[in-house]
């Protein structure tokens, strides 16, 4: 069944178009369509339709995880008895099949949703994927051939690998410039995983968790079409610097993408940051921590930022080192170097061009250079995996490193010693954790990776068994040793913290890493191995999978308590979550209150609400102006302009507007009418604490270009908004630390608010000038029956605090209508909300309308 949701892709993806996991039983039939209640559309919907299960009728039912990623967990062989069809099993190797271990058996029911490592012809794609879904509960995604290039070989490993891994396209033949039809092929690819993915879901109830870069546009369609789904999303590449990520032409529509996610997850603190950045920097998004989590406000929804480091998976590499065919290996390797007196070195990566294979051997060569005691003695055995992309780079890298293993072989090598040995063909992994037992040092020395495993792994095997101590001539009780020389620029690298870290570019310092690991004294050896392989056994894959999923349960328990509105066309749409309680305001609501009111009370904040905040030109309009004057000349209204301006600027742009009262400076001065004097609303203090906040703010503005002061007779504020996002922010806060500081003992309260960080006297508010109006209307016998009070920021909530609290007080009639507003669908104490500056400006003339006709009348 075609979604609406996703009809004309390809103006979709070029924007020109306008713990409670599942509830099925195992052997329920799942149809291919499900309809359920909870979706929302872009109208209000009656809470009571939210779908919580009946507790008393999930006590049997399982809970269920949709792991969706490029790549199913499966091995796919043709049938060898000459009769059409396939064979599946189970791939061992595969992470999405390891994760399951940590998560409660059969507690919970995985689904797999994917594509096979084989072409199947549409003609047998329906019996295997009944065949899939049936024996393995997974749900293939067949892509055509043509369109799975241009998705996976194009755009994945030619534009976005390459530039996640820091490598920008400066030339045709370096990495591969942005093509938008490699692009809209990525979009159709995940767009057909998002068609495969609604076959099998269960929107209320299931965990969707999708995996690396392959599906970042995958969570915009589901968003789409489930506003509610429970969906995590954990990224297995680097992500790069702001300054390398906003070059790709489609950065914002990845970002918005990956926002639609309720959980993002990074191997290191390194890729959130950047990732948090580049939102700052490209979307204006700002994060928090809350209790330890990280969190970004996305239009009303939390989105929880996890770092954790995915794990090896201890149970199966303990099972193959007991193997007797790794026994017999490490037997064979034994004989080969350890027996002719020969150190080994290990290294094992893919042949690709981050993977610093060839910086590895100009480092063994450099170190037989300069310890030519080391000749004929030390082995560096370099495994070479396949590379899982094609093309020119790939080839480069395969003849560099071959020429350069001939160079050091001939320059070194002796009868029956060669220096360095290549091993370009595949291996078993029985083969690969014999080599880990045999080494005395592993050396990983990628210019950028992921995260890899490989030292991991290496760790693990170090530590061995009973047997292979035999093997090795060691003693059981002996304390093991290993070492690691890693590069800092790999996933791995920050928690392994007894490794010799190295800048894999500087030759000499990793030769001389290589050196000192064989050097190194026994007991440092021991001791750095313990360390290691106490953190490793401890934060396997079955943690890592745990632990993610539990911030998603987290992350995601709220969402039936929400309202959801989807805004945005194409991959611009993002949900709006809000509330069950708030509401847009509408016009014929507030109108129809208006006229049967008698007395009213109208509170309206100037910048970013009755005047856009990105706006140049500050001053009211006359048309502003007139709006407000209709307002006024109804003898039932106080209108009130509430804000952090200075008397003298609202005083200058307000003059026409006779009847008008004004609070400026957050209400410190405060007039009812414009013949009327200024007054306070606390008592007058002085500002001698200026003397010490200006050179404070003076110091942080010469330090950060773009930051301006404002001074005004009350109040200081130091303003960002024009200086860069992540040094603003910074600085902000340790301004408002260092004002806190030698302000403590000044009548005064250091705040900090959207772009600013504000020094004013203590006790004013905005919620003060309400609490004032109020309490003044009713001691003249006019309690107001209608209250209208909209604002932006956080300043305004504190209009908006008293008058929610006002509301059956003396202060205000029986009964009153009350409409506190904010501009844009956000958290607030407002119970309404407008979308922008030009709807407020519309209700508030609709209002003025009505002023008109009732004042004739």
Not at 403 to 417: D, L
Not at 608 to 629: A, V
Request: proline letters at 4%; charged letters at 25%; glycine letters at 6%.
């Amino acid at each position: 069944m075609m979604s609406r949701s996703y009809s004309n892709l390809l103006d979709l993806a070029s924007g020109e178009n306008q713990s409670s996991f599942t509830r099925m039983s195992v052997n329920r039939r799942i149809p291919r369509v499900m309809t359920v209640s909870g979706i929302i559309s872009d109208i209000d919907d009656d809470s009571s339709e939210s779908a919580y299960s009946d507790p008393s009728s999930s006590a049997t039912q399982r809970d269920r995880i949709i792991v969706v990623a490029n790549q199913l967990p499966i091995k796919v062989h043709r049938k060898t008895d000459n009769s059409k069809g396939w064979m599946f099993s189970w791939d061992e190797d595969s992470l999405l099949l390891q994760l399951k271990d940590g998560l409660g058996g059969d507690d919970i029911e995985f689904f797999y949703v994917g594509c096979l490592k084989e072409d199947i012809q549409p003609s047998e794609q329906d019996e295997v994927s009944q065949i899939l879904l049936e024996t393995f509960k997974c749900v293939p995604t067949f892509i055509p051939p043509e369109l799975f290039s241009k998705y996976y070989h194009g755009f994945c490993k030619q534009q976005l690998w390459p530039l996640f891994h820091y490598m920008l396209p400066l030339s045709p033949d370096l990495g591969g410039r942005f093509n938008r039809s490699l692009w809209l092929a990525y979009v159709s690819v995940n767009k057909i995983f998002a068609d495969r993915i609604m076959e099998v879901i269960n929107p209320d109830d299931d965990f969707v968790w999708v995996h690396d870069y392959h599906l970042m546009v995958l969570p915009t369609f589901l968003r789409k079409r489930f506003n509610r789904v429970k969906l995590g999303f954990f990224l297995h590449s680097p992500f790069p610097s702001s300054e390398i990520y906003k070059t790709l032409p489609i950065r914002e529509e990845l970002l918005r993408a990956l926002l639609n996610s309720d959980l993002i997850g990074f191997h290191t603190f390194d890729y959130a940051r950047h990732f948090l950045s580049c939102c700052s920097r490209m979307l204006g998004v700002s994060y928090e921590s809350k209790r330890g989590y990280i969190g970004l406000e996305y239009y009303g929804r939390t989105v929880s930022i996890k770092i954790l480091p995915v794990g090896i998976h201890m149970g199966q590499l303990e099972s193959v080192l007991s193997l007797t065919e790794t026994e017999a290996k490490v037997a064979e390797l034994i004989e080969q170097f350890s027996a002719q007196g020969r150190t080994l070195l290990l290294g094992v990566d893919d042949m690709d061009i981050f993977k610093g294979i060839s910086l590895k051997l100009l480092a063994m060569e450099q170190m037989l250079l300069q310890h030519p005691e080391k000749q004929g003695k030390v082995v560096l055995v370099q495994i070479a995996n396949p590379a899982r992309g094609k093309g020119k780079d790939v080839k480069e890298v395969q003849d560099e490193t071959c020429a350069t293993v001939k160079r050091i072989n001939e320059t070194f090598g002796e009868p029956g010693y060669d220096p360095v040995i290549l091993i370009d063909r595949p291996l078993e992994f029985y083969e690969r954790v014999a080599y880990y037992v045999v080494a005395e040092c592993c050396l990983v020395t990628a210019v950028r990776d992921g995260m890899n495993l490989i030292p991991y792994e290496y760790i693990i095997s170090r530590q061995g068994n009973e047997k292979l101590d035999n093997v090795l001539g060691l003693e059981p009780s002996n304390p093991k040793k290993s070492m690691l020389v890693v590069s800092e620029f790999i996933g791995c690298s920050p928690s392994l913290s007894g490794a010799i870290r190295v800048n894999p570019w500087n030759i000499d310092a990793v030769a001389e890493a290589m050196e000192s690991a064989l050097v190194m004294a026994e007991q440092e050896k021991q001791l750095r191995h313990e360390k290691h392989y106490k953190y490793v056994s401890t934060h396997d894959v079955a943690y890592w999978a745990r632990s993610f999923l539990q911030d998603l349960e987290r992350t995601c328990k709220d969402h039936m308590r929400r309202r959801c509105w989807g805004i945005g066309f194409g991959l611009r749409f993002r949900v709006v979550s809000l509330d069950l309680n708030f509401r847009k305001l509408a016009m014929e609501h507030i109108v129809s209150a208006y006229k049967r009111t008698s007395t009213r009370a109208i509170l309206l904040d100037y910048d970013g609400t009755l005047m856009p905040q990105n706006s140049i030109d500050k001053k009211p309009s006359s048309k502003t102006l007139e709006i407000l004057d209709s307002l006024c000349r109804d003898k039932n209204n106080m209108v009130f302009i509430v804000s952090a301006r200075t008397r003298a600027e609202l005083t200058e742009w307000f003059s026409s507007c006779e009847k008008l009262g004004i609070a400026a400076e957050h209400g410190y001065f405060l007039r009812t009418k414009r013949d009327e004097e200024w007054e306070t609303c606390v008592p007058a203090v002085e500002c001698s604490w200026k003397q010490i906040a200006d050179p404070v703010m003076k110091h942080y503005t010469d330090a950060t270009d773009g930051s301006v002061i404002e001074d005004k007779e009350t109040a200081m504020v130091w303003c960002y908004e024009d200086a860069d996002p992540d040094f603003g922010s910074c600085q902000a806060k340790e301004l408002l630390d260092h004002l806190e500081s030698v302000l403590a003992n000044e009548p005064v309260t250091v705040k900090s608010g959207q772009n600013i960080v504000e020094v004013k006297p203590q006790g004013v508010s905005k919620g003060i000038v309400a609490k004032r109006l109020l309490h003044s209307m009713q001691e003249k016998g006019m309690s107001p029956d209608f209250v209208l009070c909209i604002g932006d920021d956080r300043s305004d909530e504190d209009m908006f605090e008293v008058i929610m609290s006002s509301v059956a007080a003396p202060s205000m009639a029986p009964s009153a209508e009350v409409f506190a507003c904010t501009v844009g669908r956000k958290p607030s104490k407002a119970k309404y909300y407008l979308d922008d500056a030009v709807e407020i400006v519309r209700l508030v003339q609709g209002l003025a309308s009505v002023a008109e006709q009732m004042v004739t009348l």
